[in-house]
């Protein structure tokens, strides 16, 4: 009987010890399924790679892009940045190509205004105005997103701003005796006397287009005035309006003049401009971001001023009106699958950008920055502060109108300098593109 009573009681003790391991099984499976227990199974976060394309596969932004992106891929490893490049002409067949195809990147380079509507219109670019509610408006400089705001909303984020600027060898006018041109009439004098002595008083590289676009630009803003020529561009009024002949005809003048270097249809921007930073040119229009170009002849910088282009007597242009503004921008694909952030990175890459590319003197800033302005490129200083008394703006016209219509532009200007087509023929042409 005693035997028995020992076996029932084993018994017991077995069946209890079994309960108790089930039930701490079971207790033990609901703990692993309580979020934020050490015993859980968390999911990792997903990483979002994100693609980049610019403009940049050398240059003065291309260390700063570099930088920013190692920077940021350090600081997020959840989002990390792939970037592309091809220059600047390439890039403009690339990027065109790739929006027609549905193929865009995340985050791509694009120019404001005529270049980017085709995107726009299309339905490839995101809109940004959900995302700039936090105050990003606040902190980008007046007029910024005009070029990047269609229909009412913003479609991109600038990053630099340029401005059309007359580059002159201060001491080739004082050693040759000659007076730095103010009105176009001075401008030929002073070509002429260059010319005289054997020197090669304009630079430019036709081979690219769009350097010899710029002095076309420039007469048609200073026969006509900011309205007229933004309303031509805008279809609202004739480039066979008096004014665009007259600009024609100056520039064909300072042709037969001979002003321009020789051979100057040959040369690339890159060539012409190593021959002014030998210091054997005396000017040069162009972009302000020449300023930072100027770096690598620092004893020709020394001797170089920035001006305002000669305006022309009885013109309705003024030498406060400039060729140049706010282009550069930075869009997102609409197609993106990670829209917040790719939109966190935009806003990143473009406000440093600025700033950065300001210390840096490769461009003047679109975001507000305070920065030490005793360390900033003094000729970049003269450049912004000669703006500050600007009464308007025309974008170069290739990037404005964009596309076909830009480069039958270039096309035009290169026929008139080289006196293939008359004053009135190259209005009628550009009359004729659509807009």
């Not at 240059?59 to 490893?77: A, C, M, S, T, Y």
């Not at 005529?114 to 670019?125: A, W």
């Not at 006509?224 to 933004?230: I, R």
């Not at 000017?283 to 620092?298: E, Q, R, V």
Request: glycine residues 8%; contains cysteine.
């Amino acid at each position: 009987m005693k035997k028995f009573w020992v076996l029932v009681l084993a018994l017991l003790l077995v069946l209890s010890a079994t309960a108790c391991s089930s039930s701490n099984n079971e207790s033990s499976k609901g703990t692993n399924n309580e979020p934020g227990n050490a015993g859980s199974s968390s999911v990792p976060a997903k990483k979002v790679s994100l693609k980049l394309w610019t403009i940049w596969p050398s240059g003065d932004f291309k260390p700063i892009r570099d930088e920013l992106v190692g920077k940021w891929n350090k600081d997020h490893p959840d989002i990390q940045v792939e970037v592309e490049s091809a220059e600047n002409d390439a890039y403009k067949t690339k990027v065109q190509t790739a929006a027609a195809a549905g193929g865009l990147p995340d985050i791509f380079f694009s120019y404001g205004a005529g270049f980017s509507k085709p995107f726009v219109d299309g339905g490839k670019v995101l809109a940004l105005d959900e995302y700039l509610n936090d105050g990003t408006k606040d902190k980008l400089t007046a007029g910024s997103l005009d070029n990047l705001t269609y229909n009412g909303k913003v479609y991109g984020l600038p990053y630099t701003m340029w401005l059309g600027t007359f580059f002159v060898n201060q001491e080739l006018f004082d050693k040759n005796n000659i007076k730095v041109p103010t009105t176009y009439t001075e401008l030929l004098e002073a070509v002429k006397a260059f010319r005289a002595k054997g020197i090669d008083p304009m630079a430019v590289g036709g081979k690219d287009l769009w350097t010899s676009e710029f002095y076309q630009n420039i007469f048609a803003l200073r026969e006509g005035g900011t309205k007229l020529n933004l309303d031509a561009l805008r279809g609202k009024a004739s480039f066979e309006d008096a004014a665009f002949t007259k600009a024609g005809e100056k520039l064909q003048e300072l042709a037969k003049a001979d002003a321009f270097m020789k051979g100057f249809m040959g040369l690339s921007r890159d060539e012409s401009e190593a021959v002014f930073l030998t210091g054997k040119i005396p000017m040069y229009y162009n972009g302000s971001w020449f300023a930072k170009t100027l770096d690598a002849a620092p004893n020709v910088k020394a001797k170089v001023k920035v001006m305002k282009f000669p305006v022309i007597d009885g013109a309705a242009g003024t030498e406060n009106e400039w060729v140049g503004g706010v282009l550069d921008t930075f869009m997102v694909s609409s197609k993106t699958k990670y829209p917040e952030q790719a939109v966190q990175f935009l806003k990143y890459l473009t406000e440093n950008l600025s700033s950065e590319g300001y210390k840096a003197g490769a461009g003047l800033p679109t975001w507000k920055t305070k920065v030490d302005e005793s360390k900033i490129d003094p000729v970049l200083k003269d450049v912004l502060a000669a703006f500050n008394k600007s009464t308007g703006v025309v974008p170069l016209y290739d990037l404005y109108l964009g596309g076909k219509q830009g480069e039958a532009h270039m096309n035009l200007v290169a026929k008139l300098l080289a006196n293939k087509i008359t004053p009135q023929e190259f209005g009628v042409q550009m009359q004729a593109l659509e807009r």
